[in-house]
């Protein structure tokens, strides 16, 4: 007799047949290895990328996890057998269908699952913020004490005129992982004090950094969130590091980047007009992302 737990998530969900999602699977995989074959390739070489090769750098997850496939959570395949690329605990078989099984999840899981929730939901309830021009990436280079792409890129200006534009803008940081690389000089020209633990109560949906962390919430939240909100997340993450890179005190010309020159006006309009375009991107993968994780939980 089959237990009513699990005979419950294949109810009332859609239920996709198996060419479907092979079919689906393998067009993800194609899509995916547009950013992770040449990833390969410049690893293997050790040939650097400062803009492409920073979100499998910052974030560390494997590039498997961006090429595998996942329906996410509501979603039954039919399959004869459980396929390889499903093997996980996650899931539960039966009767020729599959489906991911939240009654699987460890207490451990479920305190980050909610934790995960409690910032998303936070964030998407503030208003945001775009006066910020990407002060960041000057902050951290203040006084040249320690240049964190020096390896493959040079600065485009003086050092006295980073430390000038620092010295003489406010800097309104919101995000912990962007602030803990601040300069220590830089630090109190911050109107913001942010750390991990008041991450809930300061993140803010116009910044580079918070929107660009959708990806590493949603590859915590995988299989769960589905292949597809994962590599969704992701291509926004580039698009975001590459704006955040171009508004930056670094020379991207010979990586064909055209600066975004945050220290005159022209260029502070830009980057505005660059954040809301990207934060307006941001907003429906963070409610796909919530929705995922507020359905999940509820199915404990």
Not at 34 to 62: C, Q, S, V
Not at 236 to 263: F, H, I, K, Q
Request: net charge positive.
């Amino acid at each position: 007799m089959r237990s009513p737990a699990v005979s419950a998530i294949f109810q009332d969900i859609r239920v996709m047949p198996r060419h479907e999602w092979r079919g689906r699977a393998m067009a993800h995989r194609e899509r995916a290895e547009r950013h992770t074959r040449p990833a390969r390739m410049r690893r293997d070489r050790g040939l650097p990328h400062p803009i492409a090769d920073f979100l499998f750098e910052y974030y560390p997850f494997p590039f498997s996890l961006l090429e595998k496939w996942h329906p996410g959570i509501g979603v039954v395949l039919e399959t004869d057998s459980r396929p390889a690329a499903f093997s996980g605990r996650c899931y539960s078989h039966e009767n020729g269908r599959l489906a991911l099984d939240p009654a699987k999840l460890t207490d451990k899981q479920r305190r980050r699952f909610v934790r995960m929730l409690e910032l998303l939901e936070a964030t998407r309830g503030r208003t945001p913020h775009f006066a910020c021009h990407g002060l960041h990436e000057w902050a951290m280079v203040y006084r040249g004490c320690e240049v964190r792409h020096e390896k493959t890129l040079r600065l485009r200006l003086p050092q006295a005129e980073i430390d000038a534009l620092v010295e003489s803008r406010p800097i309104c940081c919101s995000h912990h992982d962007a602030f803990r690389f601040f300069a220590a000089a830089a630090r109190p020209f911050n109107r913001l004090q942010p750390d991990i633990d008041r991450r809930v109560e300061m993140e803010q949906p116009g910044c580079l950094h918070a929107n660009m962390d959708l990806y590493k919430w949603a590859a915590k939240a995988m299989p769960w969130c589905g292949g597809d909100l994962l590599l969704d997340c992701f291509e926004l993450a580039v698009e975001l590091r590459d704006l955040d890179m171009r508004a930056s005190p670094y020379d991207l010309t010979e990586w064909g980047r055209e600066p975004v020159r945050v220290e005159t006006p022209e260029g502070r309009r830009i980057y505005e007009e660059e954040q809301k375009r990207l934060a307006a991107s941001a907003a429906p993968l963070r409610a796909r992302l919530t929705e995922v994780l507020s359905r999940m939980l509820a199915s404990v």
